[in-house]
């Protein structure tokens, strides 16, 4: 039962490149003390990192886990941090929304807004952006990925740089105090410094799982990100790191059920 309970902790990991102690616990009906035990034990022979909550593939992740799994995963979290940054987004605005589960889910809250203007790379946010009559909405151009259905390249990127707005609201693969912000996809690391670049505030959004985590390839450093918003699985010491950096960061909590 042991080795078995390992060999699947393993197998998760490497399919999802990160796991949460809460949901180990739940699936494997083990206490969080034999959770631990475990992932000590696979840590010490290389299999993962431990981080905050959990634990995350060792070494740099190269692949992204497929927009299926990402789109249900951490789902209360998410919609709370979508809930929080769309409070920060204003009438008259206007944004850069980049490619993401939880971007997309905070596009969907913004239907109370006013006057907006959304540019983003992502047809499922401009798609959820154009069903709020008080938004102007633009699409950037480019190759369309699968799974995401995003757009990126140098159609994109060339169409980009003629926009500026006053909030870019950007999501990460992952998330460290030494490497900043991460992500998975080339061209759309590329698309995303682009957006921070030529927006006046940075607003990043990401769920305590991304947090340890280093995708290979790199956005930007912390001091280009003005907010953070996260949940409240992130350790308060951990994000006191975060705010030492310069970050102001939000902690949103799921509603109560």
């Known amino acids: 039962m ?15 490149n990160v796991v949460k102690v809460s949901e180990l616990m739940e699936e494997f009906g083990v206490s969080i003390e034999t959770i631990r035990r475990d ?6 022979h290389d299999y993962l990192k431990r981080v905050y909550g959990g634990a995350v593939l060792r070494g740099l992740n190269t692949q992204e886990p497929s927009y299926e799994r990402r789109e249900i995963a951490h789902e209360a979290e998410k919609k709370a941090i979508a809930a929080r940054a769309a409070e920060l987004v204003a009438d008259g605005d206007t944004i850069f929304v980049d490619v993401g589960t939880t971007t997309l889910e905070t596009v969907r809250q913004l239907k109370g807004k006013r006057d907006l203007t959304v540019i983003t790379n992502s047809t499922l946010a401009a798609q959820a952006a154009v069903e709020n009559p008080f938004s102007r909405v633009i699409l950037l151009g480019g190759e369309i990925r699968r799974g995401d259905l995003s757009v990126s390249g140098y159609l994109c990127d060339n169409s980009l740089e003629n926009f500026y707005a006053n909030k870019a609201l950007v999501g990460a693969g992952g998330l460290t105090v030494e490497n900043g912000v991460t992500d998975y996809h080339l061209a759309e690391a590329n698309t995303r410094r682009l957006m921070i670049s030529h927006a006046d505030q940075v607003i990043l959004v990401a769920d305590a799982s991304k947090f340890g985590v280093v995708a290979m390839n790199r956005v930007c450093p912390l001091s280009s990100v003005n907010i ?3 949940d409240q699985g992130l350790p308060e010491s951990e994000a006191e790191n975060y705010r030492a950096q310069g970050l102001e960061v939000l902690q949103a909590a799921p509603p109560e059920r």
């Open 2 to 16: 042991l080795q078995e309970r390992r060999s699947k902790i393993i197998d998760k990991i490497q399919q999802d």
């Open 39 to 44: 992932l000590e034990y696979l840590e010490k």
């Open 228 to 230: 953070l918003v996260t």
